[in-house]
Protein backbone atom coordinates (compact mmCIF):
# COMPACT_ATOMS: atom_id res chain seq x y z
CA UNK A 1 0.00 0.00 0.00
CA UNK A 2 2.75 2.25 0.99
CA UNK A 3 5.73 0.87 -1.44
CA UNK A 4 6.32 4.18 -2.31
CA UNK A 5 7.17 5.90 0.45
CA UNK A 6 10.94 4.95 2.34
CA UNK A 7 8.99 6.34 6.03
CA UNK A 8 5.52 4.14 5.71
CA UNK A 9 5.33 0.30 6.46
CA UNK A 10 1.76 -0.97 5.81
CA UNK A 11 2.63 -3.73 8.22
CA UNK A 12 3.04 -1.01 11.05
CA UNK A 13 0.34 0.17 13.03
CA UNK A 14 0.28 4.15 13.06
CA UNK A 15 -1.44 4.96 16.57
CA UNK A 16 -2.60 8.43 17.84
CA UNK A 17 -2.19 8.94 21.40
CA UNK A 18 -1.74 11.24 24.19
CA UNK A 19 1.45 11.21 26.59
CA UNK A 20 1.25 11.14 30.50
CA UNK A 21 4.63 10.47 32.37
CA UNK A 22 5.88 8.09 30.23
CA UNK A 23 2.66 6.51 29.65
CA UNK A 24 1.23 7.18 26.23
CA UNK A 25 -2.59 6.24 25.84
CA UNK A 26 -3.01 5.46 22.39
CA UNK A 27 -6.46 5.74 19.91
CA UNK A 28 -7.18 2.71 17.63
CA UNK A 29 -8.81 3.04 14.81
CA UNK A 30 -10.95 0.40 13.61
CA UNK A 31 -12.94 -0.01 9.84
CA UNK A 32 -16.24 -2.17 11.43
CA UNK A 33 -17.62 -1.78 7.56
CA UNK A 34 -16.82 -1.09 3.75
CA UNK A 35 -14.33 -2.17 1.78
CA UNK A 36 -10.99 -1.43 4.04
CA UNK A 37 -13.40 -3.72 6.60
CA UNK A 38 -10.36 -4.77 9.37
CA UNK A 39 -8.05 -2.30 8.85
CA UNK A 40 -6.79 -1.30 12.11
CA UNK A 41 -4.50 1.97 12.69
CA UNK A 42 -3.38 3.42 16.17
CA UNK A 43 -0.69 6.81 16.30
CA UNK A 44 1.65 8.06 19.02
CA UNK A 45 1.07 11.69 20.01
CA UNK A 46 4.93 12.07 19.68
CA UNK A 47 3.94 11.05 15.48
CA UNK A 48 5.92 14.13 13.76
CA UNK A 49 2.37 15.08 11.59
CA UNK A 50 -1.66 14.18 11.66
CA UNK A 51 -3.06 11.14 10.89
CA UNK A 52 -4.61 11.87 7.30
CA UNK A 53 -7.14 9.33 6.04
CA UNK A 54 -8.11 9.42 2.50
CA UNK A 55 -7.48 7.53 -1.00
CA UNK A 56 -4.68 9.66 -1.94
CA UNK A 57 -1.06 8.30 -1.29
CA UNK A 58 -0.39 10.61 0.88
CA UNK A 59 -2.27 9.81 3.49
CA UNK A 60 -1.06 7.11 6.11
CA UNK A 61 -4.47 5.39 6.70
CA UNK A 62 -5.21 4.67 3.14
CA UNK A 63 -8.39 3.49 1.99
CA UNK A 64 -9.89 2.46 -1.53
CA UNK A 65 -13.63 3.22 -0.76
CA UNK A 66 -14.41 5.55 -4.52
CA UNK A 67 -17.08 7.69 -1.98
CA UNK A 68 -13.89 9.06 0.34
CA UNK A 69 -11.82 11.79 -0.58
CA UNK A 70 -8.11 11.90 -1.71
CA UNK A 71 -7.39 13.61 1.71
CA UNK A 72 -10.81 13.26 3.50
CA UNK A 73 -10.12 13.80 7.37
CA UNK A 74 -7.29 14.60 9.85
CA UNK A 75 -6.42 12.72 13.32
CA UNK A 76 -4.50 13.98 15.73
CA UNK A 77 -4.45 14.20 19.61
CA UNK A 78 -4.94 17.83 21.35
CA UNK A 79 -5.46 17.56 25.12
CA UNK A 80 -5.86 13.94 25.98
CA UNK A 81 -8.75 13.57 22.83
CA UNK A 82 -8.76 12.79 19.40
CA UNK A 83 -9.61 16.31 17.36
CA UNK A 84 -10.42 15.22 14.00
CA UNK A 85 -10.90 17.39 11.21
CA UNK A 86 -12.64 17.64 7.82
CA UNK A 87 -10.52 18.35 5.16
CA UNK A 88 -13.22 19.97 2.88
CA UNK A 89 -14.02 16.50 1.38
CA UNK A 90 -16.61 15.73 -0.97
CA UNK A 91 -19.36 13.86 0.48
CA UNK A 92 -18.31 15.24 4.44
CA UNK A 93 -17.75 13.59 7.84
CA UNK A 94 -20.14 12.41 10.32
CA UNK A 95 -19.40 10.92 13.91
CA UNK A 96 -22.09 9.01 15.48
CA UNK A 97 -24.45 10.40 12.66
CA UNK A 98 -24.16 14.28 13.10
CA UNK A 99 -22.16 15.85 10.31
CA UNK A 100 -19.03 17.60 11.44
CA UNK A 101 -16.30 20.05 10.33
CA UNK A 102 -13.84 19.46 13.58
CA UNK A 103 -14.65 17.49 16.35
CA UNK A 104 -13.21 16.11 19.74
CA UNK A 105 -13.40 12.01 20.37
CA UNK A 106 -13.19 10.60 23.64
CA UNK A 107 -13.57 6.98 22.83
CA UNK A 108 -16.64 4.37 22.10
CA UNK A 109 -17.38 6.98 18.91
CA UNK A 110 -18.36 6.10 15.35
CA UNK A 111 -16.57 8.32 11.98
CA UNK A 112 -18.63 7.47 8.81
CA UNK A 113 -16.51 8.60 5.82
CA UNK A 114 -18.35 7.70 2.47
CA UNK A 115 -19.28 3.76 2.80
CA UNK A 116 -16.26 3.48 5.39
CA UNK A 117 -17.30 3.46 9.15
CA UNK A 118 -14.44 3.65 11.41
CA UNK A 119 -14.73 2.92 14.78
CA UNK A 120 -12.67 4.48 17.83
CA UNK A 121 -11.71 3.11 21.09
CA UNK A 122 -9.12 3.55 23.25
CA UNK A 123 -6.00 1.43 23.50
CA UNK A 124 -4.09 0.56 26.44
CA UNK A 125 -1.37 2.14 27.68
CA UNK A 126 2.05 1.43 26.71
CA UNK A 127 5.45 3.42 27.24
CA UNK A 128 5.70 6.85 25.51
CA UNK A 129 8.69 7.39 23.21
CA UNK A 130 10.53 10.68 24.61
CA UNK A 131 10.50 13.79 23.11
CA UNK A 132 13.51 15.47 22.20
CA UNK A 133 14.28 18.33 24.28
CA UNK A 134 15.62 20.34 21.28
CA UNK A 135 13.91 23.92 21.29
CA UNK A 136 15.10 24.02 17.21
CA UNK A 137 16.11 22.44 14.25
CA UNK A 138 18.91 24.68 12.36
CA UNK A 139 16.93 27.86 11.87
CA UNK A 140 13.48 26.23 12.89
CA UNK A 141 12.52 27.34 16.32
CA UNK A 142 9.87 25.94 18.41
CA UNK A 143 9.33 24.04 21.47
CA UNK A 144 5.81 22.91 21.65
CA UNK A 145 5.05 19.11 21.11
CA UNK A 146 3.95 19.58 17.76
CA UNK A 147 7.56 21.26 16.79
CA UNK A 148 9.41 18.53 19.03
CA UNK A 149 7.69 15.46 17.12
CA UNK A 150 8.90 16.88 13.69
CA UNK A 151 12.49 17.20 14.49
CA UNK A 152 13.36 13.41 14.37
CA UNK A 153 11.73 12.65 11.09
CA UNK A 154 13.35 16.14 9.99
CA UNK A 155 16.73 14.82 11.20
CA UNK A 156 15.66 11.65 8.95
CA UNK A 157 14.55 13.49 5.83
CA UNK A 158 17.63 15.78 5.95
CA UNK A 159 20.15 13.17 6.07
CA UNK A 160 18.65 11.41 2.82
CA UNK A 161 18.30 12.89 -0.77
CA UNK A 162 14.80 12.58 -1.78
CA UNK A 163 12.58 14.71 -2.69
CA UNK A 164 10.24 16.55 0.21
CA UNK A 165 7.08 17.99 0.08
CA UNK A 166 6.69 20.70 2.76
CA UNK A 167 3.02 21.66 3.55
CA UNK A 168 1.46 24.35 5.40
CA UNK A 169 -0.12 27.91 5.65
CA UNK A 170 1.05 31.07 4.89
CA UNK A 171 3.43 32.00 7.15
CA UNK A 172 4.33 28.79 8.92
CA UNK A 173 8.50 29.12 8.38
CA UNK A 174 8.01 26.74 5.38
CA UNK A 175 11.35 28.44 4.14
CA UNK A 176 12.96 28.38 6.81
CA UNK A 177 12.69 24.71 7.63
CA UNK A 178 13.56 23.84 4.40
CA UNK A 179 16.86 25.71 4.91
CA UNK A 180 17.54 23.84 8.02
CA UNK A 181 16.77 20.86 6.27
CA UNK A 182 19.58 21.86 3.89
CA UNK A 183 21.65 22.97 6.43
CA UNK A 184 21.70 19.61 8.31
CA UNK A 185 22.24 17.90 5.03
CA UNK A 186 25.34 16.14 3.21
CA UNK A 187 24.76 19.30 0.97
CA UNK A 188 25.22 22.05 3.62
CA UNK A 189 28.85 23.09 1.82
CA UNK A 190 26.64 23.37 -1.66
CA UNK A 191 24.05 26.66 -2.95
CA UNK A 192 21.05 27.15 -1.13
CA UNK A 193 18.39 28.12 -4.50
CA UNK A 194 14.61 29.36 -3.61
CA UNK A 195 12.74 29.82 -6.58
CA UNK A 196 9.13 31.60 -5.59
CA UNK A 197 6.35 30.26 -8.27
CA UNK A 198 4.16 33.36 -7.26
CA UNK A 199 7.35 35.89 -7.39
CA UNK A 200 8.13 35.66 -11.66
CA UNK A 201 5.59 36.10 -14.39
CA UNK A 202 4.13 32.73 -15.62
CA UNK A 203 6.10 34.02 -19.11
CA UNK A 204 9.73 33.39 -17.30
CA UNK A 205 8.62 30.63 -14.92
CA UNK A 206 10.46 28.40 -17.90
CA UNK A 207 13.59 30.58 -18.30
CA UNK A 208 14.08 31.12 -14.60
CA UNK A 209 13.86 27.28 -13.84
CA UNK A 210 16.03 25.48 -16.65
CA UNK A 211 17.58 28.74 -17.67
CA UNK A 212 17.99 30.37 -21.85
CA UNK A 213 20.19 30.84 -24.60
CA UNK A 214 21.36 34.01 -25.86
CA UNK A 215 18.65 34.69 -28.61
CA UNK A 216 15.93 32.34 -27.50
CA UNK A 217 13.47 34.98 -27.36
CA UNK A 218 13.13 37.89 -27.38
CA UNK A 219 15.31 40.76 -25.08
CA UNK A 220 17.36 37.31 -24.29
CA UNK A 221 20.85 38.94 -24.70
CA UNK A 222 22.73 36.83 -22.97
CA UNK A 223 23.19 33.35 -21.76
CA UNK A 224 21.46 32.69 -18.78
CA UNK A 225 21.49 29.82 -15.97
CA UNK A 226 18.57 28.70 -14.31
CA UNK A 227 17.95 27.91 -10.78
CA UNK A 228 18.52 24.07 -10.98
CA UNK A 229 22.39 25.03 -12.71
CA UNK A 230 22.50 27.50 -9.71
CA UNK A 231 21.68 24.93 -7.70
CA UNK A 232 24.39 22.18 -8.50
CA UNK A 233 25.47 20.30 -5.85
CA UNK A 234 23.28 22.34 -3.16
CA UNK A 235 19.25 22.44 -2.43
CA UNK A 236 16.90 23.73 -4.28
CA UNK A 237 13.74 24.74 -3.00
CA UNK A 238 10.60 25.47 -5.37
CA UNK A 239 8.32 27.61 -2.96
CA UNK A 240 4.60 27.75 -3.81
CA UNK A 241 4.65 24.92 -6.54
CA UNK A 242 0.88 24.92 -6.18
CA UNK A 243 1.33 28.11 -8.36
CA UNK A 244 3.34 26.47 -11.01
CA UNK A 245 1.38 26.70 -14.52
CA UNK A 246 0.17 23.09 -15.32
CA UNK A 247 1.82 23.44 -19.00
CA UNK A 248 5.21 23.73 -16.99
CA UNK A 249 5.16 20.67 -14.51
CA UNK A 250 5.30 17.88 -17.30
CA UNK A 251 8.95 19.09 -17.93
CA UNK A 252 9.95 19.91 -14.25
CA UNK A 253 8.77 16.77 -13.77
CA UNK A 254 11.03 15.38 -16.54
CA UNK A 255 13.89 17.31 -14.88
CA UNK A 256 13.54 15.60 -11.65
CA UNK A 257 13.12 12.28 -13.05
CA UNK A 258 16.55 12.56 -15.12
CA UNK A 259 17.96 15.64 -13.52
CA UNK A 260 18.90 17.13 -16.70
CA UNK A 261 18.14 20.56 -17.70
CA UNK A 262 17.56 21.95 -21.45
CA UNK A 263 17.76 25.63 -21.78
CA UNK A 264 14.74 27.67 -23.51
CA UNK A 265 16.19 27.83 -27.19
CA UNK A 266 19.08 25.30 -26.29
CA UNK A 267 19.55 21.78 -27.69
CA UNK A 268 21.90 20.45 -25.39
CA UNK A 269 20.82 18.83 -22.26
CA UNK A 270 22.90 19.94 -18.88
CA UNK A 271 23.28 17.38 -15.94
CA UNK A 272 22.42 18.78 -12.62
CA UNK A 273 22.74 17.43 -9.05
CA UNK A 274 20.44 19.38 -7.37
CA UNK A 275 18.35 18.00 -4.23
CA UNK A 276 14.95 18.98 -4.89
CA UNK A 277 11.99 20.72 -1.89
CA UNK A 278 8.77 21.75 -2.59
CA UNK A 279 6.53 24.41 -0.11
CA UNK A 280 3.23 24.30 -0.63
CA UNK A 281 0.16 26.28 1.24
CA UNK A 282 -2.06 24.44 -1.18
CA UNK A 283 -3.87 21.44 -0.82
CA UNK A 284 -2.23 19.47 -3.70
CA UNK A 285 -4.12 16.60 -3.17
CA UNK A 286 -7.33 18.75 -4.13
CA UNK A 287 -5.21 20.77 -6.83
CA UNK A 288 -4.72 16.77 -8.37
CA UNK A 289 -8.47 15.71 -7.96
CA UNK A 290 -9.43 19.12 -9.99
CA UNK A 291 -6.71 18.74 -12.79
CA UNK A 292 -5.10 21.75 -11.80
CA UNK A 293 -1.53 20.03 -10.64
CA UNK A 294 -0.56 16.42 -12.42
CA UNK A 295 -0.61 13.52 -10.17
CA UNK A 296 2.96 12.10 -11.75
CA UNK A 297 4.86 15.22 -10.45
CA UNK A 298 2.77 15.09 -7.23
CA UNK A 299 4.39 11.38 -6.53
CA UNK A 300 7.59 11.87 -7.26
CA UNK A 301 7.47 14.76 -5.69
CA UNK A 302 5.90 13.57 -2.18
CA UNK A 303 8.48 10.84 -1.21
CA UNK A 304 8.68 12.60 1.79
CA UNK A 305 6.01 14.83 3.07
CA UNK A 306 6.16 17.42 6.37
CA UNK A 307 3.07 19.03 7.40
CA UNK A 308 3.84 22.46 9.39
CA UNK A 309 1.56 22.83 12.29
CA UNK A 310 0.03 26.49 12.51
CA UNK A 311 1.40 28.66 14.90
CA UNK A 312 -1.99 28.72 16.77
CA UNK A 313 -1.20 24.70 17.65
CA UNK A 314 2.20 25.36 18.68
CA UNK A 315 1.36 25.59 22.54
CA UNK A 316 4.42 28.05 24.23
CA UNK A 317 5.91 28.81 20.80
CA UNK A 318 4.44 32.48 20.67
CA UNK A 319 6.27 33.04 23.64
CA UNK A 320 9.64 31.38 22.51
CA UNK A 321 9.56 33.24 19.13
CA UNK A 322 8.83 36.75 20.64
CA UNK A 323 12.14 36.22 22.85
CA UNK A 324 13.51 35.55 19.87
CA UNK A 325 12.47 37.77 17.63
CA UNK A 326 12.64 40.69 19.95
CA UNK A 327 16.39 39.57 21.26
CA UNK A 328 17.07 39.44 16.62
CA UNK A 329 15.93 43.29 16.23
CA UNK A 330 17.94 44.66 19.10
CA UNK A 331 15.82 44.32 22.11
CA UNK A 332 16.00 42.94 25.30
CA UNK A 333 14.28 39.80 25.42
CA UNK A 334 13.14 39.59 29.70
CA UNK A 335 12.15 43.04 29.13
CA UNK A 336 8.92 42.08 27.03
CA UNK A 337 5.87 43.10 29.16
CA UNK A 338 3.90 41.00 30.50
CA UNK A 339 0.39 42.10 29.66
CA UNK A 340 1.61 42.52 25.65
CA UNK A 341 3.25 39.25 25.71
CA UNK A 342 -0.47 37.88 27.56
CA UNK A 343 -1.68 39.15 24.84
CA UNK A 344 0.14 37.74 21.86
CA UNK A 345 -0.28 34.21 23.55
CA UNK A 346 -3.76 35.00 23.34
CA UNK A 347 -4.09 35.96 19.89
CA UNK A 348 -4.97 33.19 17.16
CA UNK A 349 -2.14 34.60 14.65
CA UNK A 350 -3.93 33.62 11.26
CA UNK A 351 -0.82 35.47 9.75
CA UNK A 352 1.19 32.41 11.94
CA UNK A 353 5.06 33.44 12.19
CA UNK A 354 5.44 35.57 10.05
CA UNK A 355 2.90 38.06 11.28
CA UNK A 356 4.22 37.28 14.97
CA UNK A 357 8.05 38.65 13.80
CA UNK A 358 5.82 41.72 12.24
CA UNK A 359 4.35 42.21 15.52
CA UNK A 360 7.47 42.36 17.05
CA UNK A 361 9.43 44.40 14.69
CA UNK A 362 6.66 47.05 14.76
CA UNK A 363 6.93 47.21 18.58
CA UNK A 364 10.25 48.14 18.81
CA UNK A 365 9.98 50.58 16.37
CA UNK A 366 6.53 52.06 17.11
CA UNK A 367 7.24 51.81 21.08
CA UNK A 368 4.08 53.26 22.45
CA UNK A 369 2.55 54.47 19.58
CA UNK A 370 2.39 51.08 18.11
CA UNK A 371 -1.18 49.42 18.82
CA UNK A 372 -1.79 47.51 22.23
CA UNK A 373 -1.56 44.06 21.73
CA UNK A 374 -1.78 41.79 18.64
CA UNK A 375 -3.85 43.00 15.10
CA UNK A 376 -7.31 42.67 15.67
CA UNK A 377 -10.59 43.06 13.92
CA UNK A 378 -11.14 47.04 15.43
CA UNK A 379 -7.82 48.42 13.63
CA UNK A 380 -8.67 46.66 9.98
CA UNK A 381 -9.80 49.52 7.70
CA UNK A 382 -14.01 50.24 7.89
CA UNK A 383 -15.56 47.33 6.44
CA UNK A 384 -16.96 47.98 3.30
CA UNK A 385 -20.78 48.03 2.45
CA UNK A 386 -22.15 44.58 3.14
CA UNK A 387 -18.60 43.26 3.22
CA UNK A 388 -17.55 40.55 5.18
CA UNK A 389 -16.43 42.09 8.81
CA UNK A 390 -12.67 41.80 8.71
CA UNK A 391 -10.65 39.23 10.57
CA UNK A 392 -7.55 38.37 8.35
CA UNK A 393 -5.28 40.10 11.37
CA UNK A 394 -4.00 42.46 9.01
CA UNK A 395 -3.22 45.77 10.98
CA UNK A 396 -3.57 49.14 9.14
CA UNK A 397 -1.03 51.66 9.25
CA UNK A 398 -1.84 55.41 8.01
CA UNK A 399 -2.72 54.90 4.51
CA UNK A 400 -0.81 56.74 2.15
CA UNK A 401 -2.49 59.96 0.50
CA UNK A 402 -4.48 58.47 -2.11
CA UNK A 403 -5.59 59.78 -5.32
CA UNK A 404 -8.73 59.23 -5.62
CA UNK A 405 -12.06 56.97 -3.62
CA UNK A 406 -12.45 53.91 -4.33
CA UNK A 407 -15.61 52.84 -5.72
CA UNK A 408 -17.86 49.70 -3.77
CA UNK A 409 -20.72 47.89 -5.59
CA UNK A 410 -23.60 46.83 -3.23
CA UNK A 411 -24.07 43.42 -2.64
CA UNK A 412 -25.83 40.71 -0.45
CA UNK A 413 -24.40 39.25 2.56
CA UNK A 414 -21.26 37.20 1.80
CA UNK A 415 -21.44 35.61 5.71
CA UNK A 416 -25.27 35.09 4.77
CA UNK A 417 -24.55 32.99 1.90
CA UNK A 418 -21.76 30.79 2.81
CA UNK A 419 -24.64 29.96 5.46
CA UNK A 420 -27.21 29.23 3.65
CA UNK A 421 -24.53 26.35 2.34
CA UNK A 422 -24.80 24.57 5.78
CA UNK A 423 -20.88 23.97 4.81
CA UNK A 424 -18.67 22.47 7.83
CA UNK A 425 -16.95 25.06 9.80
CA UNK A 426 -13.52 24.75 7.90
CA UNK A 427 -14.60 25.01 4.86
CA UNK A 428 -17.15 27.55 5.84
CA UNK A 429 -14.28 29.79 7.18
CA UNK A 430 -12.26 29.27 4.04
CA UNK A 431 -14.58 31.13 1.94
CA UNK A 432 -15.15 33.88 4.03
CA UNK A 433 -11.34 34.55 4.17
CA UNK A 434 -11.53 34.01 0.53
CA UNK A 435 -14.05 36.88 -0.08
CA UNK A 436 -12.76 39.27 2.19
CA UNK A 437 -9.31 39.31 0.34
CA UNK A 438 -10.62 39.45 -3.09
CA UNK A 439 -12.56 42.74 -2.10
CA UNK A 440 -10.01 43.95 0.02
CA UNK A 441 -7.16 43.54 -2.73
CA UNK A 442 -9.77 45.08 -5.05
CA UNK A 443 -10.52 47.94 -2.86
CA UNK A 444 -6.82 48.65 -1.93
CA UNK A 445 -5.36 48.74 -5.43
CA UNK A 446 -7.92 50.72 -6.95
CA UNK A 447 -7.56 53.21 -3.81
CA UNK A 448 -4.06 53.28 -4.71
CA UNK A 449 -4.51 54.15 -8.51
CA UNK A 450 -3.24 49.84 -9.11
CA UNK A 451 0.78 50.67 -7.39
CA UNK A 452 1.22 48.08 -5.68
CA UNK A 453 3.98 49.00 -3.48
CA UNK A 454 1.31 51.96 -2.15
CA UNK A 455 -1.40 49.33 -1.73
CA UNK A 456 0.52 46.97 0.05
CA UNK A 457 1.70 49.66 2.48
CA UNK A 458 -1.64 51.06 2.81
CA UNK A 459 -2.49 47.41 4.19
CA UNK A 460 -0.05 46.79 6.66
CA UNK A 461 1.80 44.18 4.28
CA UNK A 462 4.87 43.78 2.92
CA UNK A 463 5.45 43.88 -1.16
CA UNK A 464 5.79 40.23 -1.70
CA UNK A 465 3.36 38.84 0.47
CA UNK A 466 0.37 41.13 -1.29
CA UNK A 467 1.75 40.28 -4.58
CA UNK A 468 0.61 36.85 -3.77
CA UNK A 469 -2.83 37.82 -2.50
CA UNK A 470 -3.31 39.99 -5.68
CA UNK A 471 -2.10 36.83 -7.75
CA UNK A 472 -4.62 34.52 -5.81
CA UNK A 473 -7.55 37.36 -6.29
CA UNK A 474 -6.50 37.08 -10.09
CA UNK A 475 -7.11 33.14 -10.27
CA UNK A 476 -10.29 33.20 -7.74
CA UNK A 477 -11.45 35.70 -10.70
CA UNK A 478 -10.55 33.66 -13.75
CA UNK A 479 -12.15 30.50 -11.91
CA UNK A 480 -15.08 32.12 -12.07
Known sequence: MHDDDPFSDSTT?????????????????????????????????????????????????RLSDPSVSRRHIALEVVAAQLRLTDLSSTNGTRVDGIRVG???????????IGSTAIAVTRGRPTPGAELTAATHF???????????????????????????VIEGETGTGK??????????????????????????????????????????FTGSVGTHRGVFEQAHGGTLLIDEIGDMPLELQSRLLRVIERYQVRRVGGNKPIDVDVRVIAATRRDLDRMVQLGRFRD???????????????????????????????????????????????????YNWPGNVRELRNAVIRRLALGDLAPSGPPSASRMPPPLASDVPPASGIPRPPPPPRRRAASVAPTRDPIAA?????LPL???????????????VQHVLEANDGNVTRAAAAAGVARRYFHRLKAKVLRQVDEE
Request: glycine share 8%.
Open 138 to 164: GITVGGSMAMKRLYPLCERIAAANLPV
Open 426 to 440: GEARQKVVDELERRY
Open 13 to 61: IATTAMVVGRLSYPFVLSVVEGRDAGERHTVQAEDPTRLLVGKSEACAF
Open 418 to 422: VLAEE
Open 296 to 346: DLFHRLAVARIELPPLRQRDGDVALLARRFWAEQGGDAERIPADLLREWED
Open 102 to 112: EAYLEGGETIR
Open 175 to 216: EQLAESMHQMSPRRNGPFVVFDCTAVAPTLIESELFGHERGA
